[in-house]
């Protein structure tokens, strides 16, 4: 290992690019929903509504949802770190992109990750990952979705397994939870497998929880939701005192996937 990947080097970047934009997810019983890490209404609920709204749908139509959810930061409407989840996708050009600050925080935050957690997720999981989707667009956006390059971040055995999303969603519904939003190209290549669907911003889950259970109905055995972002919007119920009294900056040494020490030695 040379002096630029060297864990102290890395720790020194990421903290000096990171730490005073991205938060530590608070991953905490008491404060978060067990599933997407958003604040709850109130203590002793084991979910935030949303996440309760989509396992009962799940359950009454016989789906299966995704097997965890991990965040790599907590987002926050009005902060720097919000603006990045919209910027790194606005420019036109690869080239236009790839030098903003935005996507250069994401793709450290990325690869912080797959260096450093991609093996605790393994080490929490039943099965390794092995192959790796991105939940595309709705909207018909043409051309490849600028989180596709951000999976260059991860690990390379996390092959491709791609979805395909149905045309002519009515916008009104394009949120909400069901898998038959979405096509897996290659059942057998994910039959049996650890599939990671790779999400930019949680903000309710209907799109990546969607891309989940589509995934199981093809016989993926463990489905991962690894988003970029849990969004927080201070405006919504308690989320203002929330995110003013468990902010933490952005730390390499803090485990995304468990919430104490990682799972996997280093």
């Known amino acids: 290992m040379n002096d630029a990947t ?49 396992a009962l749908r799940a359950g009454r139509d016989g789906w299966r949802l995704a097997d965890r959810v991990i965040a790599l930061t907590h987002s926050v409407d009005g902060e720097q770190s919000n603006v990045d989840m919209h910027r ?15 996507w250069q925080r994401l793709s450290l935050l990325v690869a912080a990750f797959g260096l450093r957690h991609a093996v605790c997720l393994d080490a929490a999981s039943r099965l390794p ?19 596709a390059a951000l999976t260059a971040h991860l690990p390379r055995a996390w092959r491709p397994a791609p979805l395909v999303p149905a045309l002519h969603v009515p916008e009104q519904v394009r949120r909400l939870l069901d898998p038959r939003h979405f096509t897996v190209t290659d059942p057998g290549g994910v039959a049996g497998r650890h599939v990671c669907v790779f999400e930019d911003t949680w903000v309710r889950g209907g799109h990546a929880q969607s891309a989940a259970a589509a995934l199981h109905a093809a016989g993926a055995a463990e489905v991962t939701i690894l ?39 280093d």
């Open 227 to 265: 988003a970029i972002a849990r969004r927080l919007a201070p405006s919504y119920a308690q989320n203002r005192a929330f995110i003013e009294d468990r902010r933490q900056d952005y730390a390499l040494d803090h485990c995304p996937v468990s919430p104490g020490s990682c799972p996997a030695p």
């Open 88 to 102: 790194y996708k606005a420019l036109a050009s690869d080239e236009e992109r790839f030098t903003t600050d935005a």
């Open 129 to 147: 990952v092995s192959r790796v989707t991105t939940v595309p667009s709705l909207r018909g956006r043409p051309g490849p979705h600028p989180l």
């Open 6 to 54: 060297s864990p102290a080097s890395l720790h020194d970047l990421l903290q000096g690019r990171l730490g005073s934009v991205m938060r530590i997810p608070v991953r905490d019983s008491r404060l978060t929903c067990r599933v997407c890490l958003g604040p709850l209404s109130r203590p002793g609920l084991a979910m935030c509504w949303q996440c309760r709204r989509h």
